[in-house]
């Protein structure tokens, strides 16, 4: 039987796949091109697998990978600040208790549109959640469009704060918000764990190691 997994992406192979996945999704579903001189460098790149997108932070990155069976059906990256700055700081000024306090930028979210009714999202942040929970972080930072994904992770106890919505470049066809993961609230995440441990119990998911994120 199939089930559904998440690890830590870690082979050069694994990482290409994550990175075609970003370009499929990104410029060939949605017809999105990365703006020429943006500030992540976010680009497409050819590989032998075919186009990709890559920017600067893949430096910095831990990237996980959602699989159903043996396929990548969805990604989602965990960065840390390159040369003092998340992603998003290259872009905005976000608050100072962020500034201070923020251990990770989540981004690069794409799901295979087959799979978009899948739980594969909530696994990722499942096992994002536990693993900054277990670091004892205090704060992580995303951003997403509203009503979609938004609300899906406002539902997986996150926060939208009270920030102005802002766009990466002024082709965007929609602005973002600033959501935060406040980790000293852990029963935020309740909803969240409840789910994921349901469906690892009834066989459908196969558990995330944390030791995983380990470098």
Same mark, same amino acid.
């Given at each position: 039987?199939?089930?559904?997994?998440?690890?830590?992406?870690?082979?050069?192979?694994?990482?290409?796949?994550?990175?075609?996945?970003?370009?499929?999704?990104?410029? !060939?579903?949605?017809?999105?091109?990365?703006?020429?001189?943006?500030?992540?460098? +976010?680009?497409?790149?050819?590989?032998?697998?075919?186009?990709?997108?890559?920017?600067?932070?893949?430096?910095?990155?831990?990237?996980?990978?959602?699989?159903?069976?043996?396929?990548?059906?969805?990604?989602?990256?965990?960065?840390?600040? +390159?040369?003092?700055?998340?992603?998003?700081?290259?872009?905005?000024?976000?608050? !100072?208790?962020?500034?201070?306090?923020?251990?990770?930028?989540?981004?690069?979210?794409?799901?295979?549109?087959?799979?978009?009714?899948?739980?594969?999202?909530?696994?990722?942040?499942?096992?994002?959640?536990?693993?900054?929970?277990?670091?004892?972080? !205090?704060?992580?930072?995303?951003?997403?469009?509203?009503?979609?994904?938004?609300?899906?992770?406002?539902?997986?106890?996150?926060?939208?704060?009270?920030?102005?919505?802002?766009?990466?470049?002024?082709?965007?066809? !929609?602005?973002?918000?600033?959501?935060?993961?406040?980790?000293?609230?852990?029963?935020?995440?309740?909803? +969240?764990?409840?789910?994921?441990? $349901?469906?690892?119990?009834?066989? $459908?998911? $196969?558990?995330?190691?944390?030791?995983?994120?380990?470098?």
């Amino acid at each position: 039987m199939e089930f559904y997994s998440v690890r830590v992406l870690k082979t050069l192979e694994e990482k290409i796949l994550a990175k075609r996945l970003l370009y499929d999704v990104y410029v !060939k579903e949605l017809g999105w091109i990365p703006p020429s001189g943006n500030s992540s460098n +976010l680009k497409i790149q050819e590989s032998p697998l075919g186009n990709i997108l890559v920017d600067d932070y893949d430096s910095v990155s831990i990237q996980l990978g959602g699989f159903y069976g043996e396929k990548l059906i969805g990604v989602h990256r965990m960065i840390n600040r +390159l040369n003092g700055r998340f992603e998003v700081e290259n872009y905005i000024q976000i608050p !100072k208790f962020l500034q201070q306090d923020s251990s990770y930028e989540l981004n690069r979210l794409a799901i295979n549109k087959n799979y978009r009714n899948s739980p594969i999202l909530p696994l990722m942040v499942t096992a994002e959640v536990r693993y900054m929970i277990r670091c004892k972080c !205090k704060y992580t930072i995303t951003t997403a469009t509203f009503p979609d994904p938004g609300n899906l992770f406002c539902k997986m106890g996150t926060t939208r704060i009270n920030f102005p919505e802002f766009k990466y470049h002024v082709s965007d066809p !929609k602005p973002v918000s600033l959501i935060v993961f406040f980790f000293e609230e852990k029963d935020n995440f309740n909803q +969240l764990f409840r789910v994921t441990d $349901k469906l690892i119990q009834k066989g $459908k998911v $196969k558990q995330l190691h944390l030791d995983e994120f380990n470098p």
